[in-house]
């Protein structure tokens, strides 16, 4: 009964506060009206028996708060009423709601849009079931840090005895094929490896162990929706269509849920396959028994990671030691295999420059905000002192604030995301429609939002709104009512400094990344002046995939019209070149071969400093004669003439030369018959200059060729490609030279485009972060400025007073923003790993420096120069007749 | 007028309640009742009466209901609940208890 009636009360209290709120003011009412009858029969007047009763009883606004609070459902009604004063508060002034809500919100987009990133590679599990039970087993990385994989013996080993896992499956993954024209990328795994992670397929089936043992029938695969989408356009009726790749159609028998990625973090392979297939497909694995296995098991439910480390450890000492020559094989590892990155730290690395670069622009537009509120302080000021007054506790007027900035935040946090989608499509469709087509068709997705970027997006917007916010409201609140009513800014409400700090902390940003834009610009400008020492406005590349197609291939690009040269090159021309020892018979220089056919240089127009190129017939790789570069000659016979000289060839030792494939290098003696200049190839990716040409031709299996070709390069790759897919659909890759130098301007172009949108976007904001509180400064002092021009100030000198406050703020922002821009230069050339970048950016490129520092100064004078006129043009008279 | 004592806190809730035990009540008159029936010894701060009903309603003690007043006004009426009977047996058996430990230490010393 009692509860009940509880319950009828609170929700009657919740649910019809006006008819409450009537009934209190009538009852009290009727107190007052009845007392006052008591006090009239007494032989008072009317009035004063009014007067009287009422002086007798109280405050009345306060006996109903108390009447309220202790109804218990205060804390929804001053919710409420917070809410509707804060938003009447937005509709008074507009724009500072809107400017606090729309820089937050930009600020924050940036900043989210960089955390949708970081949170696909950390935090997005796959969909598999139970997925924090897989784990892969890998060995540790050795000293070159090199992974040794696993081989098919062992893993069939390993899953006949051992028992720490349900079940366990092999894999490799990312192995390339071209179809026609698109590069398409698979897994193929044993035939459990679908029943290990329990994920079932979306349409039709996923893989059974029958699909992958020596009776299946036929080849079968099934495509991730990636896949599906990228290579079917998502056709319903796919599972009676197949895939042809290398010459094998595979029959697609299902298509995989869209949220599954094979426990891989970004996207998934195209298709899965079952292992037995892979020697069909690739043509490096020559049979699967020698192919490197990615291991991936299900631990058993109770069984530990360390326990079951130490029962796969135990099992890994007791195996036969294959590898030849003998070494000590690293020993094993578990890895959670989850879908998320698996050096956690580099995908922290990778988005570090994007967390920094987007929160400087929420830096800065929040030091607007706070600039914008130390401004509004004075009115503030003066509202929160009436309130005061009128008997709001401080509490109340506290907590007034902080639903206005919670409302605020909120408002930031949703337009925040919108902001954060807009630009993460306007990322991605950037680089997709920029990218050379030769890069391929890499199609990337918008990264999807789900809760954790939600959760970060409010707690940002709360965290930011409540830093530069709430405090200076906060401050407002600590004042005495009666003088701040009266207008008399009791504290000091212009706090200089604090205005100060915020302007040099905006313009130290905007100078860091503009410096950064124009480091990457002057970069980009010089890149595209490189010699790379070789002709590639014409050359096209033509890597030949399959061997049995070779004759084929060579034949019909001779044949082409648009082709003038064919020459072959083994590797290809930007291909890793493999280094040996070269000696003469007093000197040793670490070299790298190359082998080409007697075209190569006068299609690639490598000049000829002495002697000569291969002869027509020199096309064997046995033959004796070599041609060298001018670095190859000057460190081998620095005083003499290489031509004629003898070269004796040693295989370098690194154990990875023996696995390429290709001409084989073996020790032996060549005559040098010319020197020709050297290639340093391209800032991004430079060639070795010491470089030893061996003699080929393009029937050598390996090789690759160059083509020059008449007309629009473009044009002739095109039908280059189209004669290549006429023999066979899935064969040849087909590049332009140009592309190639193009990619390296391209990622500087990247950074200039990025640095420079973000740094405009920062100077805009500090702009009009300094032209606002030029102009309130003005505004405030305008009576001062009216003294000073009655007194005789001319307009320069008042000009100069307004021009000279920004002076000091701007100025030790562009010192400290170019010191630290060249600071982080400096840690960057330091980091091992980050040191090359520092041949291809200029991290320390003065002009640079200058430029920007320009740039900042010419946009602060203009934002300054406008309230500086205004002040100049005040009428005396006027500003001192007012007030 | 001058010997009049504000009513001790926590006691309060006792003499209204003890009030409206008999018949049902609007505010200003259970100030009056009070104030009469302790023949103007005790004075209820009337700014105090009207939080404590509403407590005592959102306790589920008493409850309120509109009515016409003896100048045929509308006023608001609070009567006992059933469970505010209950309340006020063990608030006045309380309240005797501790009056008489307070009397005897008071007599003693």
Known sequence: MRLWHMLRSRLRSLFSRDRRESDLQEELHFHLEREADRLAARGMSRDAARLQARRMFGGVDAIKDECRDARGTAFVDDAIRDIVYALRGFRRAPLVAFMVVSTVALGLGLVAAAFTLLNVFLFRVDRVPNVHEMFAVER??????????????????LRRETSVFTDSFAQVRDIDSNVDGHRVSGAFVTGNAFQVLGVPAAMGRALTPADDGPLAERAVMVLSDR??????????????????????????????????????????DDYWAPLSLLGQVSPSADGTESVGLDIIGRLKPGVSPQAALTALAAWDAGQPNVSSPPRAASPITLVPKRGTAEQPLEAVAVTAPLFFAFGLILLIGCANVANL??????????EIGIRLSLGASRRRVVRQLLTENLLLA????????????????TIVNG??????????????????ADWRVLLFLVTGAVASTIAFALVPALQATRIEPLRTIRGEVVRDARPGRARNVLIGLQVCASALLLISAAVFLRSALTAT?????MRISDTVIVRITSEPARAAIVESLAAESSVAAVAASWPNIAGELRPAVAKSYDRTAAVACRFVSPEYFKVLDIGLVRGRTFAADERSPTLPVAVVSEATAHALWPNGDAVGQVVRFDRDQTPDTTKANGPQLESRTLTVVGVVRDVPGFRLAPFPTAVVYEPTSSQMAGTSLVARVHGDPELA?????????????????????????????????????????????ALALTVSGLFGVLSYLVEQRRREIGIRIALGATRPHVMRLVVSQSIGPVSAGLLIGGGSAAGLAAVLLATPGAAPIGEVVHVLDPLAYAMSALVIIAASMAAALIPAARAARLDPTQTLRQD | MSDQTDVLQGTLDLLIMRTIALEPMHGWAIAQRIQQISN??????????????????????????????????????YSLTKAGRKQLAAEVSKWDRLSAGVNLVLKRT
């Not at chain 1, 002046?529 to 020492?533: A, F, K, L, M, N």
Request: charge should be positive.
């Open chain 1, 431 to 448: 680089l997709t429609a920029s990218l050379p087509p030769d890069i391929g068709d890499i199609r990337l997705l918008v990264p999807d």
């Open chain 1, 717 to 761: 790759r095109q039908a280059i490609s189209n004669r290549l897919t006429a023999i066979d659909p899935n064969l040849g890759e087909v590049e332009s030279l140009r592309w190639v130098s193009k990619m390296q301007t391209y990622f500087l172009q990247l950074g200039f485009w990025f640095t420079v949108v973000l740094g405009g976007l």
């Open chain 1, 529 to 533: 002046e490189d010699d790379p020492g």
């Open chain 1, 227 to 268: 896949g599906w989408d990228r290579l079917f356009a998502r056709d319903p009726a796919v599972l009676s269509r197949s895939l042809l790749i290398n010459r094998t159609a595979f029959e697609i028998v299902g298509v995989m849920p869209g949220g599954f990625r094979g426990l891989t973090p970004v996207t998934p």
């Open chain 1, 410 to 425: 909120l408002a930031a946090a949703a337009a925040g995301f919108a902001i954060s989608r807009v630009v993460l499509s």
């Open chain 1, 373 to 382: 509120l130390l401004a509004r302080g004075v009115a503030r000021q003066r």
């Open chain 1, 140 to 157: 540790a990385r050795n000293a070159d840090g090199d992974r040794e994989h696993f081989t098919r013996v062992q893993f069939d080993a």
């Open chain 2, 40 to 77: 103007d010894l005790l004075r209820v701060q009337q700014g105090s009466l009207y939080p404590a009903l509403h407590r005592l309603e959102h306790q589920g003690w008493i409850m309120a209901d509109w009515g016409a007043s003896e100048n045929n006004r509308r006023a608001r009426f």
